[in-house]
């Protein structure tokens, strides 16, 4: 770990004569950048939120810009970002990679199969797109239909690959089409990345692929890296970058990078918005020092479906994100006017911001089919058809905040059964029943 701090060190001293804005950082969280000699002083430098890089990432540049190269994200995690790069900094990735593909006897120009939302594939209209420099073959993301699978299929066994490697939706997609084939594509391992994964997912891509699931964790900003070993441990990369875990309030933490190459555009203290749960304990069986990490919990992209059946995976979207900005809005207005109406006690909404529900209580406190029978009812009369307020993306503020005006009204007459101790009168029929059996 002294090398992680000599080049803490270093990076602050390359931030702090550079740029008006980490002077002014640094006077105004009071720390003076030359007390800062261990790692134990790193947490007094105050964190820096993803949405001040997002706003001027211009002024996080210590070196002309000229000589870096911008990226920017897909967006995995919402919206994009943009960063500089130093092309020591890309030497520097392209090393931690390679030693980790090392560990499951990949070369070091080990031939990939990539797999990612967006690719040059796409924008070419080609399926498949060599880069033989970086030894890589961009398979398109978005037409692993059972069509086009002869084709893509033929180009990777022509490529003859050593790995294949993207985002675990569009490689699970490229595995499910190849199991309803009856095919196999073995390789030496599956690099998967910039999504959670399931162990149906693992299961699926190792009957397929007849390799070891090798999950990859980084950023466009390259804060912080982490990977599977062979025994499944999840390794960060400390001479890579420094890792913090913050704690946050649902056992979970938030992992913030301060990475330990990029001197063009050093990011002290980055918050990812990437979580993860606890730390196994004790040392890895797979012998390495490096320390562990929990499962990414923080990060999770599906497939949607078109309309013409095709899955795709599409994360550069930001749906998630709208989805959660939309659930946010509508639970936060029902709480609001339930709890102006005086009902909130009786109809709870609960659930993920996405995927909210919500539950009808009596004058008692219990479950009732009958009072959930008569928000149903006054919610029809609004126009809402509403057996849960799960939200789609594609309803706009405007609906949201039609439904919130509806169950306001809704709660009036929720408030007037309760004072009755009598849904009955406002049911308009008999009470609802759930369809689903219930197994305990
Ligand atoms: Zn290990």
Redesign the pocket.
Known sequence: MCAAVTSSRAAQTRAKPNRVMYRRGFAESGVDPASIRTLDDLPRLPLLDRRAVMAAPRDFAVQPLRLMWPSRSSGTSGQPITVYRTPGSSAFEQAALQRQWGWFGLPRDARRVVLRGSSIAVDRGVLTHEIPGDHQLLVSSFHPTPEALPEILRAIRAFRPHAVEGWTSSLTLLAARLRDAGERLPVQAVITSSETISTLQRELMSAVFQAPIVDHYGQTERVAMASN?????Y?VFPDYGIVELLPMADGRAEIVGTPLHNWGFPLLRYRTGDFVGPAPSGP?????A?P?LGAVAGRSEDAFVASDGRLIPLPSEGITQRLHELGNRLATGIRQVTTDLGVADHLQIRGRASNLVFATLDPDGKPSQPYRTLLLRQLLTGGIIGPSFVVSAALTNTDIDHTIDVVAHACTVYKKALDAGDPTPWMGGRPVKPVFRRYV
């Open positions: 070993c062979e025994a499944g441990g390794h890895c069986p797979c012998g390495r490096f562990r």
